[in-house]
């Protein structure tokens, strides 16, 4: 009898009717507890409930519980992530010092950088802690008599947990296997190789010794961006520390009037135009950050130079410089774009950044939240032929937007920054300048080409 009341007392409440089976017979009938029955089938129920699938269902939902929680634990609090700098110094033997490495926006220290760091990534991206390697950034080359020493910044990602010395030993083992087993286009020099853990400070102080570098706040390294949007048809900047070269030149008591470049701690390029109205630097004010209010960081205008030949009529040689009466301090949210070496050439078609706080749409207010849109260059041929801009662009001039128009910079904008990005270091190859109204088709923006003054900007600035 108590096989079969246990079958039917599993699934049933005790005041309702209890069934019992009558063995073999399939059947179930309703079995009737007197009141003194009661206290034996609450012992009873106490006691099948604990049966041994039970207490193995139960142990097994608690183990899991626990795994989970020491799963959640260890991913917040163990695998918590965190960056690690370390300065990296070794001689390569296969390769002659140049003269020009010493000048680091020469086109030879751009080239033989950019194969240094090509070589570090492949070094540890291919290595089973591949993961963790983020990037690396040459600092300095200099002369060695068995060819020249290397100086530069490797930056990982390890676990918060993991000691210093340990990822030291262990980006050593990577890099040392690799000596044996790479076939590497540069010879590093084993004994030459020296491995110093710096803080973030200290790896921003030797980062600033470049230019055109983006960090977030985290001091991670900003990838290449992949917006492909507009200004007019643009998208807000997504990050702090985005375009950190972006400048808003403001008259005092009429706001924003125009956008600039920071290209040191005191100078910024913008366009002759936009001192059209008033040239005296005491009544400008810089502001930096994605916002014009309220910005990260601002200061007044000591110095305003405008290129000699600039002509309001052909928007030719539309340059200017503007000095700051106090120099800013780079940081995650202020620093310095790259100038192009004179001899840079983009071909037709290269995707480029513009950046501002112009209008979105023509003769709009100004925004107050940065934006930015991806545009392409266009050749002085087309930009120049009869259905475009009919033989108006100049040398001096550089065309980039769309044919079908859509995306633009705009009012407001000029000034501001067109920039290349080359292996995430960015140059500055325009200067928002003209063009007719905003996105219309046929009609790009015009930027003034500053390959074609970098004389003039070194004469002027010792830049
Ligand atoms: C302006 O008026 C302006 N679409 C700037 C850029 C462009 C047009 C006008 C390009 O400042």
Redesign the pocket.
């Known amino acids: 009898m108590s096989g079969e009341m246990r079958v039917s007392m599993l699934s049933r409440d005790l005041d309702m009717p209890v069934w019992s089976s009558e063995k073999g017979s399939g059947l179930e009938i309703p079995v009737e507890f007197s009141e003194a029955d009661y206290p034996r089938a609450e012992y009873q129920r106490r006691q099948q409930f604990w049966d041994p699938i039970r207490v193995a269902l139960f142990t097994l939902a608690i183990v899991a519980i626990i795994g989970i929680a020491i799963g959640i634990v260890t991913h917040f609090v163990v695998e918590d992530d965190k960056s690690f700098y370390y300065l990296a110094s070794f001689k390569i033997t296969n390769i002659k010092y140049k003269e020009n490495y010493g000048m680091k926006s020469s086109k030879e220290f751009i080239e033989r950088s950019h194969q240094i760091e090509r070589m570090m990534s492949r070094i540890f991206r291919r290595s089973s802690g591949g993961g963790r390697f983020i990037k690396s950034h040459v600092i300095k080359l200099s002369p060695d008599e068995h060819g020249m020493k290397i100086l530069m910044v490797l930056m990982f990602r390890y676990p918060s947990t993991d000691s210093v010395e340990r990822i030291k030993k262990k980006i050593e083992r990577i890099l040392y296997q690799s000596l044996k087993t790479k076939q590497l286009p540069l010879t590093i020099n084993k004994p030459s190789f020296t491995l110093t853990s710096i803080d973030s400070k200290k790896m921003r102080n030797l980062l600033n010794s470049r230019c055109g570098i983006r960090m977030t706040s985290s001091n991670m390294p900003l990838p290449a961006s992949s917006s492909t949007e507009r200004i007019?048809q643009g998208r807000e900047t997504a990050l702090e520390g985005e375009w950190p070269w972006q400048v808003s030149l403001q008259l005092i008591g009429a706001g924003h009037q125009?956008g600039a470049s920071l290209i040191s701690n005191t100078w910024l390029l913008t366009a002759a135009?936009c001192f059209r109205k008033n040239k005296d630097p005491s009544q400008w004010i810089a502001t930096f950050g994605t916002m014009i209010t309220p910005p990260a960081v601002q200061r007044s205008l000591g110095k305003i130079i405008l290129h000699e030949n600039y002509h309001r009529e052909t928007n030719e040689n539309d340059i200017a410089l503007a000095q700051l009466t106090t120099r800013v301090e780079f940081s995650n949210t202020v620093q310095r774009v790259c100038l192009p070496d004179s001899s840079l050439k983009l071909p037709p078609k290269t995707s480029v950044f513009v950046t501002g706080f112009?209008s979105i749409v023509d003769d709009g207010p100004t925004q107050n939240k940065l934006r930015q849109a991806r545009v392409e260059t266009i050749s002085t041929n087309v930009c120049n032929r009869k259905d475009v801009y009919d033989g108006l662009i100049t040398s001096g001039m550089l065309c980039a937007?769309f044919m079908e128009g859509k995306v633009?910079?705009?009012?407001?904008?000029?000034g501001g920054p067109l920039v290349y990005d080359n292996h995430d270091i960015w140059y500055l190859v325009g200067i928002?300048?003209?063009?007719?109204?905003?996105?219309l088709p046929k009609?790009?923006?015009?930027y003034t080409r500053v390959t074609q003054y970098r004389e003039w900007i070194a004469s002027k600035t010792g830049i």
């Open positions: 007019v125009c135009h112009g937007g633009d910079a705009c009012k407001g904008d000029s928002v300048s003209w063009g007719q109204s905003c996105a009609k790009p923006g015009v």
